[in-house]
């Protein structure tokens, strides 16, 4: 892939939307920058009022240091508060403290915008108590950088909750109950022999059958398999909780986790809510491998409906709860947006 360039605030915004591979709503976005170089993205929902103190600004500002590399960053607003003529700034409280917080951590500020429904503005005008003069949001989808990601086929969804396709169109609910039964006769004979369809899958590319779907979607109901499919998706050679928590210094594969989240899309096509639980964290788990709070957390609260003790589930919206970020998504070298 070429360089990316960012070469005006339109492009610079642009790039925050295929970054994050949707477009942000009442959220904080910042771009770490390693001199001219495009570091990770980072973006978490604004405060809810604006006497936040410090600890948000902290929170953000330790956020963006955990790239090493980084030299300075870029900041957007996206909201929907009103803030042309006649409105106070939103959240000018906060990026004052931000502003410090990033300077005391060693990142210079290059840009602050503030993007609305229908225009974009530099968050510091003339008068330093207004924002700049808008510019309509159109001028994104002209900008030179959009132009070139959507060649590369980028796309910027409207947001990030996760589409969960067909779930339990074509429930066969009697065909997993069977293959757990035959699985209680020799489990470890059995979940080896479902692990190995699985890898089958995931190493040649090929299409389940309906009974490969049954078997797998049977084997997840049993944790360890469960845990060692996870493991396995990044196709790297570490320790497992190094790898559950996105915690290696090698990058994982990330077309062969893609692929397997096309498996366990399908599992749901399939499952019943009995058994749908585990895949559904699976997929959020994926989703926090990548960074995307959100969607993840929409993944646990789906798990959760259908099974409200399900342990893996409640431990990951606890995790997402207290803002922990896979490690995988908190460097540029592993991230997942890097590799695609």
């Known amino acids: 892939m070429e360089p990316i360039r960012i070469s005006s605030p339109a492009d610079a915004i642009s790039y925050m939307g ?6 942000p709503k009442e959220s904080l976005v910042c771009v770490a920058l390693d001199g001219a170089a495009l570091g990770p993205t980072l973006r978490v929902n604004l405060p809810g009022t604006e006497d936040i103190g410090e600890s948000y600004a902290e929170r953000v500002a330790h956020a963006v240091g955990f790239d090493h590399d980084a030299t300075a960053v870029l900041i957007a607003l996206f909201t929907h508060q009103p803030w042309g003529m006649g409105h106070q700034k939103p959240f000018a409280s906060m990026i004052r403290v931000l502003k410090r917080r990033f300077l005391a951590a060693g990142l210079l500020v ?8 229908e225009s974009f503005a530099p968050y510091d005008g003339a008068n330093p108590t207004s924002c700049g003069n808008e510019t309509p949001l159109a001028a994104l ?6 132009a070139e990601l959507v060649y590369q086929g980028s796309l910027i969804g409207q947001s990030d909750a996760p589409a969960i396709p067909e779930l339990f169109a074509a429930v066969d609910h009697d065909a997993v109950e069977s293959a757990m039964q035959a699985m209680a006769t020799n489990p470890a004979k059995s979940l080896d022999a479902v692990y190995r369809i699985w890898v089958d899958l995931l190493d040649h590319g090929g299409e389940p059958t309906h009974g490969q779907l049954a078997e797998v979607l049977a084997g997840l109901q049993h944790v360890g398999l469960r845990d060692q499919i996870l493991a396995d998706m990044p196709g790297i050679n570490e320790p497992m909780a190094a790898t559950l928590f996105g915690a290696t210094e090698e990058a994982p594969q990330w077309d062969r986790i893609g692929y397997s989240e096309k ?4 599992l749901l096509i399939i499952a019943a809510p009995t058994h749908a639980a585990a895949p559904l964290t699976m997929l959020g788990h994926i989703c926090w491998w990548k960074g995307r709070g959100t ?3 929409n993944y646990m609260h789906v798990a959760l409906t259908f099974d409200p003790d399900y342990h893996l589930a409640r431990l990951l919206d606890q995790m997402l709860g207290a803002g922990v970020v ?3 998504a908190q460097h540029k070298n592993t991230a997942y947006r ?3």
């Open 338 to 340: 890097n590799h695609h």
């Open 18 to 23: 295929h970054s994050l591979g949707y477009w």
């Open 295 to 297: 969607a993840a957390a």
């Open 110 to 117: 290059h840009d602050v915008w503030i993007v609305g429904p």
């Open 326 to 328: 896979s490690g995988w």
């Open 141 to 146: 989808e002209s900008s030179t950088l959009n």
């Open 263 to 266: 498996l366990l899309r399908q």
